[in-house]
């Protein structure tokens, strides 16, 4: 990118700078992006097979010693027990997995060495010519992706050349972003800024601005969250209360109703007639 001729108004010569320093930087992220996409096509190499050493060929020989114990326990349980149905005894009923596991640990010996012996003479061969030429593929595609790469990164190191020829130090390094230029281009547009330094200042006091009604707005949503919390609470209280002064109702309309019915029984009882015994004494009453 290059910068053109500067106009002869100091405002539109501004405006121009500020132009071309924003159309700069936002190619610039651009190529960033670029380069970004460009990388994630990189693909990994894959890692060469290597021969089995005596770690590998242990643990073969302790797999295959655990498998034909296992296998073997079974088969000669079951030999047994058809020994012991059709001649009534049998010393394989009884036969238990580590006597079968020491009985199959020479066989288990000769085995791993031949698991280990084919995949290192026969197996590794063709795994390894597989990953090389896969790694060949892979190693001619990233080339061709280091290729654009490498362009992107030529077109980026120009562009820096551009910006510090074009700009040096008369745009604080702190703003060289698209958010302050964009402002100070239209302030300047609007004859609300002369030069960099009053447009900047806007810019942080537009800033202070926000960031003000941003804390009013946090601080008025959280006054809203404490009225419906409180709001709730309130409800809940209420509801609370209400349920309190019914059951005492409940409980006076209860205890009324149980001080009639004992009334009524009292009554009932007066009004019933009853025979009086008076026990005479002497001549007298």
Same mark, same amino acid.
């Given at each position: 990118?290059?910068? &053109?001729?500067?106009?002869?108004?100091?405002?539109?010569?501004?405006?121009?700078?500020?132009?071309?320093?924003?159309?700069?930087?936002?190619?610039?992220?651009?190529?960033?992006?670029?380069?970004?996409?460009?990388?994630?096509?990189?693909?990994?190499?894959?890692?060469?097979?290597?021969?089995?050493?005596? =770690?590998?060929?242990?643990?073969? &020989? #302790?797999?295959?010693?655990? *498998?034909?114990?296992?296998? #073997?326990?079974?088969?000669?349980?079951?030999? =047994?027990?058809?020994?012991?149905?059709?001649? =009534?005894? @049998? @010393?394989? /009923?009884?036969?238990?997995?580590?006597?079968?596991?020491?009985?199959?640990?020479? /066989?288990?010996?000769?085995? !791993?060495?031949? %698991?280990?012996?084919?995949?290192?003479?026969?197996?590794?061969?063709?795994?390894?010519?597989?990953?090389?030429?896969?790694?060949?593929?892979?190693?001619?595609?990233? $080339?061709?992706?280091?290729?654009?790469?490498?362009?992107?990164?030529?077109?980026?190191?120009?562009? =820096?050349?551009?910006?510090?020829?074009?700009?040096?130090?008369?745009?604080?390094?702190?703003?060289?972003? $698209?958010?302050?230029?964009?402002?100070?281009?239209?302030?300047?547009?609007?004859?609300?800024?002369?030069? %960099?330094?009053?447009?900047?200042?806007?810019?942080?006091?537009?800033?202070?601005?926000?960031? /003000?009604?941003?804390?009013?707005? !946090?601080?008025?949503?959280?006054?809203?969250?404490?009225?419906?919390?409180?709001? /709730? *609470?309130?409800?809940?209280?209420? !509801?609370?209360? *209400?349920?309190?002064?019914?059951? +005492?109702?409940?409980?006076?309309?209860?205890?009324?109703?149980?001080?009639?019915?004992?009334?009524?029984? +009292?009554?009932?009882?007066?009004?019933?007639?009853?025979?009086?015994?008076?026990?005479?004494?002497?001549?007298?009453?």
């Amino acid at each position: 990118m290059e910068n &053109v001729k500067q106009p002869d108004d100091p405002r539109a010569a501004l405006v121009q700078r500020l132009t071309f320093m924003h159309d700069l930087l936002r190619w610039i992220n651009e190529r960033w992006q670029a380069k970004a996409v460009i990388a994630q096509r990189y693909q990994a190499l894959m890692l060469l097979p290597k021969k089995w050493g005596f =770690g590998r060929y242990a643990l073969w &020989v #302790g797999i295959l010693t655990a *498998g034909m114990a296992f296998i #073997g326990t079974i088969v000669f349980r079951a030999i =047994g027990r058809a020994e012991l149905e059709e001649q =009534g005894r @049998s @010393s394989l /009923v009884n036969m238990q997995p580590l006597t079968v596991a020491i009985l199959a640990f020479p /066989v288990a010996l000769f085995l !791993a060495l031949g %698991v280990v012996l084919l995949w290192n003479k026969v197996l590794l061969p063709k795994q390894g010519t597989r990953v090389q030429r896969i790694n060949g593929q892979r190693k001619a595609h990233n $080339e061709t992706v280091w290729s654009e790469e490498h362009q992107v990164d030529a077109q980026l190191k120009q562009a =820096g050349q551009n910006l510090a020829q074009h700009i040096g130090n008369s745009f604080p390094q702190a703003y060289l972003h $698209e958010d302050a230029i964009v402002f100070c281009i239209h302030v300047v547009r609007n004859h609300r800024a002369n030069d %960099v330094t009053s447009a900047l200042n806007l810019y942080e006091t537009e800033l202070h601005r926000q960031r /003000v009604e941003n804390t009013q707005a !946090a601080q008025l949503a959280e006054a809203q969250r404490a009225r419906k919390l409180q709001a /709730v *609470g309130n409800v809940m209280n209420a !509801a609370a209360t *209400g349920a309190a002064i019914g059951a +005492v109702r409940s409980e006076g309309r209860a205890n009324r109703a149980a001080s009639a019915a004992n009334a009524a029984r +009292v009554t009932e009882q007066l009004k019933k007639p009853r025979t009086v015994h008076v026990k005479k004494r002497g001549g007298l009453w």
